[in-house]
């Protein structure tokens, strides 16, 4: 029994599948640098696109998947380009497709790769689909897909919804069932009207914006079968490596991680989690944790009691005019206090200063480009009768 626990700890830990170097007759191949093993109840919802969790990849590292397959014309090219580089991948096919194709589907297995499903007709409604809806079209589409293996264990307990319509129905189903659903960390477009060479465009420019991740293709598309060997050679010029992603079984353990490998986010030391824990009532039964945390349990802030503090409103004030209803009034000021000159006798120094303007030559105060100091000017040579402002006067 030791000696089989050592044998599956060496085998999760070899470096599994093809590598570049043992490519026989592609030496140059990106090749598969090794397996990763999953455990589907662990971690039920994967792909950055739509879930907290995705898979636990290091630093460019690819898992490639296609969907909507088996389809010979372009299913077996991509099966070929492939097989030429020794790269493994992850089908996820549909039940109706494997019913009309199952040598199809037994080619995928036989080349090695990892085969879920895509429900039985591709619905685009697994979103708005009750449980009675969405049952058929899972349990058919793996009921179809498993007739056409010899082996019934080649299939992985592997589901992508159709369009990525994720719905509460399917996902607490495929729990259910101990599925792990697939979304996808990234696309390629390759099901829209778009060439070849922009479908690997896509993923190169994508993957490069993640740095890894999981790429979701078609293999039902000529454009998917014409961009597939470019992005490949660009993933081995770039020094990409490609994963091959299998479930645990009772024999194969799955690969160790740490919780947070699979946080589409991880938290850093640098910027820890500041929020509460959000705790469900569930998680609160004959626990001593609460949901919240008072103000009370921070001891040492000393918090005074929630007495507010009366305050008068900053706006709406009391209005000027009813202040002055009631304050005793002044006299009005003297209409002469404002004439030019002044009727009362000015001090000397003031009237050496009108008579030095007085006799200033004339400026036009209507130049628009007119300075400061010869506004001023332009405001002395006025008229002599003319009311100069208050503010006027202070200036001189
Ligand atoms: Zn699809």
């Known amino acids: 029994m030791l000696l089989g626990t050592v044998a599956g700890i060496a085998l999760s830990l070899a470096p599994s599948g093809a590598s570049a170097a043992d490519c026989p007759g592609h030496p140059n191949a990106l090749g598969t640098s090794r397996v990763l093993v999953v455990d589907p ?5 994967i792909g950055a696109m739509q879930y907290k969790e995705t898979l636990p990849l290091k630093d460019h590292e690819v898992v490639i998947t296609f969907d909507d397959g088996p389809l010979p014309k372009y299913s077996n090219q991509v099966l070929q380009i492939l097989a030429d580089q020794c790269v493994k991948a992850t089908f996820f096919t549909i039940g109706r497709q494997a019913k009309a194709d199952p040598e199809g589907v037994r080619k995928l ?37 498993t007739a056409a293996l010899t082996d019934p264990s080649a299939l992985s307990p592997f589901f992508r919804v159709p369009g990525l319509l994720r719905g509460d129905a399917v996902e607490s189903y495929a729990a259910t069932l101990g599925l792990q659903l697939w979304s996808a960390d990234f696309l390629a477009d390759d099901w829209r009207s778009i060439s070849g060479t922009k479908v690997h465009e896509l993923a190169i420019k994508r993957l490069e914006a993640r740095g890894k991740g999981i790429l979701l293709l078609h293999d039902i598309h000529a454009r998917t079968v014409a961009a597939l060997p470019k992005i490949l050679a660009e993933l081995k010029a770039k020094n990409y490596r490609i994963v091959h992603v299998v479930a645990a079984t009772p024999d194969r353990p799955a690969t160790p991680t740490d919780p947070e490998d699979w946080l589409v986010h991880r938290p850093s030391d640098e910027t820890p989690v500041a929020k509460w824990p959000a705790i469900t009532p569930a998680d609160l039964a004959g626990a001593d944790t609460r949901a919240r945390a008072e103000l009370d349990d921070f001891g040492i802030l000393d918090v005074p009691p929630a007495t507010p503090a009366v305050r008068k409103p900053a706006w709406p004030r009391p209005s000027l005019g009813s202040r002055l209803a009631t304050a005793p009034s002044l006299p009005a000021p003297s209409a002469e206090l404002f004439a030019w000159p002044p009727v009362a006798p000015l001090s000397a120094p003031h009237r050496q200063v009108a008579r030095a303007e007085s006799s200033a030559p004339k400026a036009s105060a209507s130049k628009a480009s007119a300075s400061k100091v010869s506004a001023s ?13 208050l503010a006027s006067l202070r200036k001189r």
Not at 117 to 144: A, C, R, Y
Not at 377 to 389: G, S
């Open 377 to 389: 000017k332009a405001v002395a040579a006025k008229p002599a009768q003319r009311p100069v402002r």
């Open 41 to 45: 109840r662990e971690h039920p919802r």
């Open 109 to 145: 297995a036989a080349a090695g790769h990892t085969i879920g499903t895509h429900s039985q007709n591709h619905p685009l409604s697994f979103n708005k689909m009750t449980l009675d809806q969405v049952k058929p079209e899972v349990d058919e589409g793996i009921s179809w897909t």
